[in-house]
């Protein structure tokens, strides 16, 4: 990355910056070897030339995909180019074949929904966007290809993202080969499923991030041969064993030690745990606690998570035991013993814990304290047993902690594998590696010496495979490349692990020596590494070295290095722990050979991480290996934050930066013949204009400009380090010469136009001068010339006004004498008006008064005799009314007559009654005042008799004159009045028998009336039950007339010998009735229905059943006819389908819709699919697609439920509301009424006399199989279409390169002829609509559903043209944009050509594809506002897909920019509330691949379907079983 020396001034350069590591400016000044530069913060920098690098300044805004294809390879290059796309959220980017991942600190759910696998699936590698599924589809193609193992290595520090990384590269593959594994659950997620546990016991929180990954996990996703996941396995590597004991401030500990803390109480009196702060293992650090995490919750998720795994739970409560021991074991102390360089537990508390401990792990406690205080030293004479000062026996404690913590660990993983499944017979798999990155802290230790050498392991490798794939891309190019110097960092490596003299070997060399300390083994690295380049040593210090890694310089302490390093494994703690009760720890601690078990082995960590590294680098070497390398963009975790320095330090650490040095060292800079032509064809305008071919028009470009080294190869042209920058000086240099030349001619054009101004200004104002004074003299003559008109004018005024006062008094004088005369006249003429009025009105009167009388006299008279006349005709009126008025209501309220007629009766019946007890009554009423007028009338005569008696007598004794007169006197008085009153009873009498007469004749009356109403009463009654009779008869006639016609019509079938048609026979017994009102039509073919049913009933039961054998063998022969015939294509019968109407009407002429049970339906749905089988023939899809909907739709129209349809005729009789209403339902409810019609060979009409029929189970069966058919002959045609114009969707979404003759102006021809070859693929799809809609108008397939095909196909180019375009950045170019733009148009006008009848609402499909295209090709984008943008051109696209165009646009045409800054950060934040709001953020769209129509959708829109005049086929139309399908005339 050496910098250039053509550095001018006007360059745009790249100066370092202490806070921002690079920065842009201009150099505005050179002197000698310093440059002077102004940058874009306003500062002014001096520095030296070869520490400032070139800007592309022609480089697009939102940078480049692929770093190789950068102009300036280096270091300030790289990251502007990741800022700006980090910017864009475009977190992933390539650098050749290896994956940059910047970690963006916030979910972007759209990059990794299954539509996003969907189009990575298959795609060629840089074809997309980058993106980590692309890195996983290589590696599965190459071993899916080549049957190689692959491997995904995912590296970068803490917190950049490796495991999540890890866990998309595990759901991709999984995505392309998973299956399902154990009990449901894929083999990939119960990978997945085991990270929790993983992560709880082998991660950590470190300076840097809250979840750390303490070890190396390769997990190899095993696949059979058909590329299916068959099996798994996790391998870890390296685990940071020593961090159980140690930790430093602010770190933590494992998980599962804070977790365990945090459990609910009765698990930590169980494993009697309290604080945190309690224990020494995790009081080291003051951090005790992470922002936003519950370690309850986690400790509870930990549970369900071995549980997933396959963790019983006495082994998770085995497993937390040993957690809690080792705490406990950690806060046990040592005090000095009595004797020398002894030691006993310090106190009752350590004793607590050591007892707790062995409690724990179910050992003697007495059996622990001498395993940790005591060692058996093994000599050939004896065994002798020696105690552990304090500090030796803390080292034997941490030895043990650290011991039983690295085998949980281990057996956690076996059992993981074991729970996961692996398979032995898989031949590849892709491993995925998840590491821990390099570190470089203020301190670091024999932790960060470890990780560094791994890096530098995987770094070596790296560099080879970079190097490799930098030859691979030689050799295709074949170019010479045998002088590139391969960069290695073996050197590095040999000063750590070579044997003897390296640094692990002087490590394990001092920790086996007693008396060695940190400072001995630091002078011991001093003096061995003195003269190695690679080894410095600090001035101010005794105990650190620092090493040159490929990252940069790590300053290491050694003062624990020692202690780190030492891991005993010491044989009173095996013997311990093999001895335990607890079969879980003991099964952690095997027993061990007789031989390595009598003494204690010193081991080193050191030497154990460089085996298990070395296994992994054999892992990796024997597979395929691809790079992912993740980057922390900042400390703060934050999302939107892009620090500079701290992303330059990661690709350092990460290689980025070493593998672009490698690219240096031999062509950094690689153009295509295209690209190379269109930047630097500005420098030798000649060769363009020549007829060469690209390669050789680049060679004469660069021969001209004086370049040696570069390389030429079949597609592109390389260039060393420095000639990228050569050129674009020169280019610079012709493009200043020209602009220079414009300016001078624009100067000139200004000059001159000034000139001309000033001179069009001197003349205006000559023009304007003289102006004024022509106006000057114009004003003088107007104002003599207005002087003298108001002299005239005044004059003229004085002399009319003398005349209009004199005139006006005569006026006034003849106006008054006028007005007296008139006054007076006036006067007069008044008068003789009133009078003549006041006699008007007289007069007037008079005669009202007079007309008034006579018309109040005719209008009463009227009146009179009206109302005589209305009384009568009223009176006639009730009369007729009563006596047939009931009879003449309508026939739905004859009911509710007979129920009137029946009450009033009743209510006569009632006042009948009432009167003749009211006659009763007043006739025991007169009898009994007869009877005491009798009484009465004989006392008064027994009265009377006495008194005649006494007066006799009293004559008798009386002298006869003295007293005769006044006794007879007195008598004759009585008498008198005795008589008067027996003539007033007799009168009395009288009356009252006239009056009793008079009640009498009454009565007979209402009598007479009430016989006369019973009476019509009953005669309605009567009527009305012969109604009902009548209507029972009819119904019951009507029924055993069918019953009757099918059994003469099975006799006549079986007992035919000619084999002829039914309809040929010159007799038949079938009956003709209209459904209307089941009469025989026009007297044709009468049969009494006694006849037939004589005929019916003279055959005996036996003799029946030969003939309904014979029935059923000949409905059977019908079937496989028609079987056979619809098994063929029919064709079309006047734009009808034959098949379905030969279906339809045979199956309703047999009655198949109203059976149980039948075979007919299953036979015709395996004939459709056996039709259907072969998937590629559209014409025969079409033609069952017809079939298929047309068939659908009659039976709809026919077909319905059964319910209270299927009721009895007397059960209708009983539910029905109206007498005369029951008889219609009846009629047109009775399905043998309404076919009658159609058995006889009237046939069918339209859909609206199509009858209904009661279906049974399987008509309904066969609606919903044919309803499936269809909707899988409409999908597999729409499916068809896409598969054909897939592959040409590809090719249409980005234009093809144009020719070098593009390039040269004036040669439109060329230019056509490049634009007709642009337009074929489009064209190529216009065709493939063409030939389907031909091929469905052929098989006359109704235009719903090819409207609904076409608009589905529509959709289809909408979502892979714009997802495509949202993917590639390639395509969101000005130039790309109106070649989609003249594609659409094709398509628009074959929507045209092909009328809304068959496109429908196709184009309205296309809206996104449209708008963004619109938006591409639209001119002034940085003048558009936000609201311009959405509500006007692009009110469809939502602001991520807005955004997402906006940032990926690329003027390759006239070199435009974008959006505007103001519109992109206006974007931004609307994108950020929305996912504030969970709104979805996915760009891109999705296929629907459903059914967008139902049976009821293709009832309402097709047009009804006339089937009477389809002729049957040739095959069926000589049978005489099918003769019903023969048209028939009236």
């Known amino acids: 990355m050496a910098a250039p020396v053509n550095i001018i001034v006007g360059s745009h350069v790249w100066v370092e910056h202490p806070e921002l590591a690079w920065v842009d400016g201009e150099v505005f000044k050179i002197s000698a070897e310093e440059v002077h530069v102004h940058t874009t913060n306003g500062q002014t920098v001096i520095t030296n030339i070869s520490k400032v690098f070139p800007k592309d300044t022609e480089a697009p805004p939102g940078g480049v995909d692929d770093m190789t294809k950068l102009s300036y390879l280096h270091e300030p290059g790289v990251l502007h180019n990741l800022a700006a796309r980090y910017e864009l959220n475009e977190i992933y980017t390539y650098t050749g074949n290896i994956l940059i991942a910047i970690n963006p600190f916030q979910r972007l759910p759209h990059l990794y929904d299954t539509h996003m696998m969907e189009q990575y699936k298959g795609a060629q590698f840089g074809e997309l966007s980058p993106h980590v599924f692309a890195i996983a589809d290589v590696a599965y193609r190459a071993m899916i290809n080549e049957g190689k193992s692959n491997s995904i290595l995912v590296s970068g520090e803490s917190g950049a993202g490796k495991t999540e990384t890890t866990k998309m590269l595990m759901r991709y593959l999984a995505y392309l080969g998973g299956r399902s594994g154990v009990e449901g659950r894929t083999v990939e997620q119960q990978v997945l499923e085991s990270n929790p546990v993983l992560e709880a016991f082998g991660n950590a929180k470190t300076v840097r991030n809250n979840n750390s990954s303490r070890f190396g996990k390769f997990v190899e996703l095993q696949f059979d041969k058909n590329g299916r996941i068959s099996g798994a396995a996790v391998r870890t590597y390296l685990l940071e064993r020593s961090r159980v004991c140690q930790i430093s401030d602010p770190e933590r500990n494992y998980h599962c030690f804070y977790l365990l803390c945090a459990a609910p109480p009765e698990v930590r009196e169980k494993f009697k745990l309290g604080d945190p702060k309690s224990f020494h293992y995790l009081n080291q650090s003051n951090c005790y606690a992470l922002d936003g995490v519950d370690d309850t919750e986690e400790y509870l998720a930990t549970r369900r998570a071995m549980d997933i795994v396959g963790i019983s739970e006495e082994e998770q409560d085995a497993i937390f035991r040993v957690v809690a021991a080792i705490l406990h074991l950690g806060n046990i102390e040592f005090a000095k013993g009595e004797e020398v360089d002894s030691s006993v537990i310090k106190d009752e508390k350590s004793r607590f814990h050591l007892n707790t401990t062995a409690e724990l792990l179910k050992c003697d406690a007495k059996s622990l304290e001498d395993a940790l205080i005591n060692r058996v030293m093994v000599t050939p004479e004896e065994v002798i047993t020696r105690t552990l000062d304090p500090v030796a026996a803390v080292g034997s404690r941490d030895a043990l902690a650290?011991?039983?913590?690295?085998?949980?660990?281990?057996?956690?993983?076996?059992?993981?594998?074991?729970?996961?499944?692996?398979?032995?017979?898989?031949?590849?798999?892709?491993?995925?590696?998840?590491?821990?990155?390099?570190?470089?802290?203020?301190?670091?230790?024999?932790?960060?010496?470890?990780?560094?050498?791994?890096?530098?392991?995987?770094?070596?490798?790296?560099?080879?495979?970079?190097?490799?794939?930098?030859?691979?891309?030689?050799?295709?190019?074949?170019?010479?490349?045998?002088?590139?110097?391969?960069?290695?960092?073996?050197?590095?490596?040999?000063?750590?692990?070579?044997?003897?003299?390296?640094?692990?070997?002087?490590?394990?060399?001092?920790?086996?020596?007693?008396?060695?300390?940190?400072?001995?083994?630091?002078?011991?690295?001093?003096?061995?590494?003195?003269?190695?380049?690679?080894?410095?040593?600090?001035?101010?210090?005794?105990?650190?070295?620092?090493?040159?890694?490929?990252?940069?310089?790590?300053?290491?302490?050694?003062?624990?290095?020692?202690?780190?390093?030492?891991?005993?494994?010491?044989?009173?703690?095996?013997?311990?722990?093999?001895?335990?009760?607890?079969?879980?720890?003991?099964?952690?601690?095997?027993?061990?050979?007789?031989?390595?078990?009598?003494?204690?082995?010193?081991?080193?960590?050191?030497?154990?991480?460089?085996?298990?590294?070395?296994?992994?680098?054999?892992?990796?070497?024997?597979?395929?290996?691809?790079?992912?390398?993740?980057?922390?963009?900042?400390?703060?975790?934050?999302?939107?934050?892009?620090?500079?320095?701290?992303?330059?330090?990661?690709?350092?650490?990460?290689?980025?930066?070493?593998?672009?040095?490698?690219?240096?060292?031999?062509?950094?800079?690689?153009?295509?013949?295209?690209?190379?032509?269109?930047?630097?064809?500005v420098l030798a305008p000649d060769v363009l204009d020549g007829n060469y071919d690209d390669k050789v028009a680049c060679e004469k470009i660069l021969d001209k400009m004086g370049l040696k080294g570069y390389q030429i190869g079949m597609t592109k042209v390389f260039l060393r380090a420095g000639q990228m920058a050569e050129l674009d000086a020169r280019r610079a240099e012709v493009l200043g010469n020209a602009a220079r030349i414009i300016q001078r001619q624009i100067r000139t054009y200004i000059a001159r136009k000034e000139f001309i101004a000033l001179r069009k200004a001197a003349i205006v104002l000559q023009s304007y001068w003289r102006g004024i004074l022509a106006c000057k003299l114009y004003e003088q003559l107007r104002r003599e010339a207005?002087?003298?008109?108001?002299?005239?004018?005044?004059?003229?005024?004085?002399?009319?006004?003398?005349?209009?006062?004199?005139?006006?008094?005569?006026?006034?004088?003849?106006?008054?004498?006028?007005?007296?005369?008139?006054?007076?006249?006036?006067?007069?003429?008044?008068?003789?008006?009133?009078?003549?009025?006041?006699?008007?009105?007289?007069?007037?009167?008079?005669?009202?008064?007079?007309?008034?009388?006579?018309k109040k006299a005719a209008v009463?008279?009227?009146?009179?005799?009206?109302?005589?006349?209305?009384?009568?005709?009223?009176?006639?009126?009730?009369?007729?009314?009563?006596?047939?008025?009931?009879?003449?209501?309508?026939?739905?309220?004859?009911?509710?007559?007979?129920?009137?007629?029946?009450?009033?009766?009743?209510?006569?019946?009632?006042?009948?009654?009432?009167?003749?007890?009211?006659?009763?009554?007043?006739?025991?009423?007169?009898q009994d005042?007869?009877?005491?007028?009798?009484?009465?009338?004989?006392?008064?005569?027994?009265?009377?008799?006495?008194?005649?008696?006494?007066?006799?007598?009293?004559?008798?004794?009386?002298?006869?004159?003295?007293?005769?007169?006044?006794?007879?006197?007195?008598?004759?008085?009585?008498?008198?009045?005795?008589?008067?009153?027996?003539?007033?009873?007799?009168?009395?009498?009288?009356?009252?028998?006239?009056?009793?007469?008079?009640?009498?004749?009454?009565?007979?009356?209402?009598?007479?009336?009430?016989?006369?109403?019973?009476?019509?009463?009953?005669?309605?009654?009567?009527?009305?039950?012969?109604?009902?009779?009548?209507?029972?008869?009819?119904?019951?006639?009507?029924?055993?007339?069918?019953?009757?016609?099918?059994?003469?019509?099975?006799?006549?079938?079986?007992?035919?010998?000619?084999?002829?048609?039914?309809?040929?026979?010159?007799?038949?017994?079938?009956?003709?009735?209209?459904?209307?009102?089941?009469?025989?039509?026009?007297?044709?073919?009468?049969?009494?229905?006694?006849?037939?049913?004589?005929?019916?009933?003279?055959?005996?039961?036996?003799?029946?059943?030969?003939?309904?054998?014979?029935?059923?063998?000949k409905q059977q022969e019908n079937q496989d006819l028609l079987i056979k015939c619809v098994s063929q294509n029919l064709g079309f019968s006047r734009g009808k389908p034959v098949a379905a109407s030969v279906i339809y009407k045979c199956l309703l002429h047999w009655r198949s819709f109203e059976v149980e049970r039948t075979t007919v339906f299953d036979r015709i749905i395996q004939t459709i699919a056996s039709a259907i089988e072969v998937q590629d023939n559209n014409d025969v899809l079409a033609y069952w697609l017809s079939n298929s909907s047309t068939l659908l739709l009659l039976l709809q129209h026919t077909l319905k439920a059964s319910g209270a349809a299927s009721l009895t005729p007397q059960r209708r009789r009983t539910t029905s509301a109206s007498l005369f209403g029951r008889m219609s339902q009846g009629l047109r409810a009775s399905p043998q009424s309404a076919g009658l019609s159609f058995l006889n060979g009237?046939?069918?009409?339209?859909?609206?006399?199509?009858?209904?029929?009661?279906?049974?189970?399987?008509?309904?069966?066969?609606?919903?199989?044919?309803?499936?058919?269809?909707?899988?002959?409409?999908?597999?045609?729409?499916?068809?279409?896409?598969?054909?114009?897939?592959?040409?969707?590809?090719?249409?979404?980005?234009?093809?390169?144009?020719?070098?003759?593009?390039?040269?102006?004036?040669?439109?021809?060329?230019?056509?002829?490049?634009?007709?070859?642009?337009?074929?693929?489009?064209?190529?799809?216009?065709?493939?609509?063409?030939?389907?809609?031909?091929?469905?108008?052929?098989?006359?397939?109704?235009?719903?559903?090819?409207?609904?095909?076409?608009?589905?196909?529509?959709?289809?180019?909408?979502?892979?043209?714009?997802?495509?375009?949202?993917?590639?950045?390639?395509?969101?170019?000005?130039?790309?944009?109106?070649?989609?733009?003249?594609?659409?148009?094709?398509?628009?006008?074959?929507?045209?050509?092909?009328?809304?009848?068959?496109?429908?609402?196709?184009?309205?499909?296309?809206?996104?594809?449209?708008?963004?295209?619109?938006?591409?090709?639209?001119?002034?984008?940085?003048?558009?506002?936000?609201?311009?943008?959405?509500?006007?051109?692009?009110?469809?696209?939502?602001?991520?897909?807005?955004?997402?165009?906006?940032?990926?646009?690329?003027?390759?045409?006239?070199?435009?920019?974008?959006?505007?800054?103001?519109?992109?950060?206006?974007?931004?934040?609307?994108?950020?509330?929305?996912s504030n709001n969970a709104v979805?953020?996915?760009?891109?769209?999705?296929?629907?691949?459903?059914?967008?129509?139902?049976?009821?959708?293709?009832?309402?829109?097709?047009?009804?379907?006339?089937?009477?005049?389809?002729?049957?086929?040739?095959?069926?139309?000589?049978?005489?079983?099918?003769?019903?399908?023969?048209?028939?005339?009236?």
């Open 402 to 681: 650290k011991t039983v913590y690295s085998r949980l660990f281990d057996w956690l993983v076996d059992k993981i594998n074991s729970s996961i499944g692996q398979d032995p017979n898989s031949r590849t798999i892709i491993g995925v590696l998840d590491i821990y990155g390099f570190e470089s802290f203020k301190l670091n230790s024999f932790e960060q010496f470890c990780i560094n050498f791994t890096n530098e392991k995987l770094q070596q490798h790296f560099n080879q495979h970079v190097f490799k794939m930098e030859q691979e891309e030689y050799t295709k190019e074949e170019i010479n490349w045998s002088y590139i110097e391969f960069v290695d960092n073996q050197d590095v490596l040999d000063l750590i692990e070579k044997k003897p003299g390296g640094i692990i070997a002087l490590l394990d060399e001092a920790c086996m020596f007693p008396k060695s300390t940190h400072e001995t083994f630091a002078q011991k690295l001093y003096q061995t590494f003195k003269s190695n380049k690679r080894f410095i040593k600090p001035k101010l210090s005794r105990t650190s070295f620092t090493i040159s890694h490929y990252a940069g310089e790590v300053t290491y302490l050694a003062d624990l290095f020692l202690d780190k390093n030492k891991d005993y494994v010491v044989a009173e703690h095996q013997v311990l722990l093999t001895a335990s009760k607890c079969p879980f720890v003991s099964g952690l601690f095997p027993p061990l050979p007789e031989e390595s078990s009598k003494s204690s082995k010193f081991s080193s960590i050191g030497s154990r991480f460089k085996l298990q590294l070395q296994s992994l680098m054999e892992t990796l070497n024997s597979t395929e290996p691809h790079y992912i390398r993740c980057v922390k963009p900042n400390n703060a975790l934050r999302p939107a934050i892009f620090e500079n320095a701290n992303i330059i330090q990661q690709l350092r650490c990460g290689g980025v930066l070493e593998a672009i040095r490698i690219s240096c060292a031999g062509y950094p800079t690689r153009r295509t013949f295209y690209e190379f032509l269109h930047r630097f064809g």
């Open 786 to 854: 207005a002087a003298l008109k108001i002299q005239k004018n005044f004059r003229s005024y004085t002399a009319r006004t003398s005349y209009l006062t004199a005139r006006s008094s005569a006026i006034q004088l003849q106006t008054g004498l006028r007005a007296m005369v008139a006054r007076n006249e006036f006067r007069f003429r008044k008068q003789t008006k009133a009078a003549i009025i006041i006699e008007a009105y007289l007069r007037r009167h008079i005669a009202c008064s007079y007309y008034k009388s006579l």
């Open 860 to 926: 009463i008279t009227q009146c009179g005799w009206r109302r005589r006349v209305a009384r009568r005709e009223l009176r006639n009126l009730k009369m007729a009314a009563r006596e047939t008025g009931a009879l003449k209501e309508a026939k739905d309220k004859l009911e509710k007559r007979v129920e009137e007629l029946t009450w009033r009766l009743q209510f006569e019946k009632q006042l009948r009654t009432n009167l003749e007890e009211e006659k009763a009554q007043e006739i025991a009423k007169l």
């Open 929 to 1113: 005042a007869l009877q005491a007028m009798q009484l009465q009338v004989e006392e008064a005569n027994f009265r009377i008799l006495k008194e005649q008696e006494a007066a006799r007598k009293a004559i008798e004794e009386a002298p006869p004159i003295v007293k005769e007169t006044p006794v007879i006197v007195h008598d004759t008085e009585k008498i008198e009045s005795l008589t008067a009153e027996v003539d007033s009873l007799k009168a009395l009498l009288l009356s009252e028998r006239q009056s009793a007469e008079e009640a009498r004749k009454a009565c007979m009356d209402a009598e007479v009336r009430n016989t006369e109403l019973v009476k019509k009463l009953e005669d309605t009654e009567e009527k009305v039950g012969q109604l009902q009779e009548s209507m029972q008869r009819l119904e019951e006639k009507l029924c055993n007339s069918e019953s009757e016609n099918q059994v003469i019509r099975q006799q006549a079938l079986a007992m035919s010998p000619t084999g002829k048609s039914l309809s040929a026979r010159p007799k038949t017994l079938v009956i003709q009735r209209t459904p209307e009102n089941g009469n025989v039509q026009n007297g044709e073919m009468k049969v009494a229905p006694d006849v037939t049913l004589a005929v019916t009933s003279a055959r005996e039961p036996e003799s029946e059943e030969k003939p309904q054998k014979s029935l059923n063998e």
């Open 1242 to 1474: 009237r046939g069918l009409g339209r859909l609206d006399d199509l009858r209904q029929v009661e279906a049974k189970y399987p008509a309904l069966l066969f609606k919903q199989q044919l309803t499936a058919f269809l909707e899988k002959i409409y999908g597999m045609i729409r499916d068809n279409l896409k598969k054909e114009i897939s592959p040409l969707l590809g090719l249409c979404i980005q234009a093809p390169r144009t020719s070098r003759a593009s390039l040269v102006k004036g040669r439109s021809q060329a230019n056509a002829v490049a634009q007709q070859a642009l337009i074929a693929h489009w064209q190529s799809i216009v065709k493939s609509l063409n030939s389907y809609l031909k091929t469905m108008k052929a098989n006359y397939v109704p235009p719903f559903l090819v409207r609904k095909v076409f608009t589905q196909i529509f959709s289809f180019i909408n979502v892979q043209l714009f997802n495509s375009l949202l993917l590639r950045r390639e395509c969101c170019s000005f130039s790309n944009g109106e070649y989609v733009k003249a594609g659409l148009a094709e398509l628009e006008q074959w929507c045209y050509d092909a009328t809304e009848e068959y496109a429908g609402s196709a184009w309205d499909e296309l809206k996104h594809i449209r708008q963004a295209v619109g938006f591409l090709v639209i001119h002034q984008k940085p003048k558009k506002t936000l609201n311009e943008i959405t509500k006007e051109l692009c009110p469809v696209l939502s602001i991520q897909q807005l955004y997402r165009i906006s940032t990926m646009y690329w003027d390759d045409k006239y070199g435009t920019h974008s959006v505007s800054s103001e519109v992109i950060s206006s974007m931004r934040v609307l994108m950020t509330e929305d």
């Open 1480 to 1530: 979805s953020s996915s760009f891109l769209l999705d296929d629907d691949s459903s059914i967008p129509f139902t049976v009821d959708d293709i009832s309402k829109s097709l047009q009804q379907v006339d089937i009477a005049d389809v002729e049957p086929p040739a095959v069926i139309r000589e049978n005489s079983g099918f003769g019903f399908l023969l048209p028939r005339t009236e």
